[in-house]
């Protein structure tokens, strides 16, 4: 099946900037929405931002509202996450996420996910 493969993570100071990709080589966006998640340890995984192109939409969690942005290529089929002042709690691994539906409401609906990748903001 057709994979999801994020890059970018790193090790960054508080207030730094990275910028993660999530590629998806042989399936078209357009018709999809997007999502991206993060998971630090001990903690479950959480709703980071979400990205509906035929939607016309985004959204993001209130905690990374105003410092991540969410946006995609559907020439290259890739969704990116740009992170800016980024904060010590933002450490987690952060996964992308695809899914048929216009708005998904729980984390079931998305039905491809990548391995993803390790953010790590030291203090």
């Known amino acids: 099946q057709v994979q999801l493969v994020e890059s970018g993570g790193g090790l960054v100071q508080t207030g730094g900037s990275l910028r993660l990709s999530c590629a998806a080589p042989?399936?078209?966006?357009?018709?999809?929405?997007m999502g991206w998640f993060r998971q630090a340890p001990g903690k479950e995984r959480e709703f980071v931002a979400f990205?509906?192109?035929?939607?016309?939409?985004?959204y993001y969690a209130d905690s990374v509202k105003g410092r991540f942005t969410i946006s995609g290529d559907n020439t290259k089929n890739t969704v990116y996450l740009q992170m800016n002042s980024l904060k010590p709690e933002d450490t987690a691994a952060y996964y992308c996420?695809?899914?048929?539906?216009?708005?998904?409401?729980?984390?079931?609906?998305?039905?491809?996910w990548g391995q993803g990748t390790q953010v790590t903001v030291s203090s």
């Open positions: 042989g399936r078209t966006f357009s018709s999809r929405s």
């Open positions: 990205i509906s192109w035929r939607g016309g939409s985004t």
């Open positions: 996420a695809s899914s048929p539906f216009l708005v998904p409401a729980r984390q079931s609906e998305y039905d491809y």
